[in-house]
């Protein structure tokens, strides 16, 4: 069984904090209308979110705004994101 790599396992790990906050705010439903629904957009708001990152940074942790934008670049992590999403939607 192949190991995952370390950013893998960041991201995932990432993922689930993130459907976390998400779940506890009871937002699962508007989250995924617009993943769904933006889907080819989700690659322009990773790079939104770079540009944004100055100004984001004032009101979230650095570190968040970069993993989310990460997130949001690499469609496989958005996937994960949906999927989690309607898991814990059940």
Same mark, same amino acid.
């Given at each position: 069984?192949?190991?995952?790599?370390?950013?893998?396992?960041?991201?995932?790990?990432?993922?689930?904090?993130?459907?976390?906050?998400?779940?506890?705010?009871?937002?699962?439903?508007?989250?995924?209308?617009?993943?769904?629904?933006? @889907?080819?957009?989700?690659? &322009?708001?990773?790079?939104?979110?770079? !540009?944004?990152?100055?100004?984001?940074? $004032?009101? %979230?942790?650095?570190?968040?705004? @970069?993993?989310?934008?990460? &997130?949001?670049?690499?469609?496989?992590? !958005?996937?994960?994101?949906?999927?989690? $999403?309607? %898991?814990?939607?059940?």
């Amino acid at each position: 069984m192949p190991m995952m790599s370390e950013n893998v396992l960041k991201q995932t790990t990432f993922v689930d904090h993130i459907a976390s906050v998400i779940n506890r705010h009871g937002w699962q439903f508007p989250v995924l209308m617009a993943l769904e629904g933006g @889907r080819p957009l989700t690659f &322009l708001g990773g790079q939104l979110m770079w !540009v944004m990152q100055p100004v984001l940074s $004032l009101f %979230v942790a650095t570190n968040t705004v @970069r993993q989310t934008a990460q &997130l949001l670049e690499d469609p496989i992590a !958005v996937d994960a994101l949906i999927a989690r $999403l309607q %898991v814990d939607d059940l």
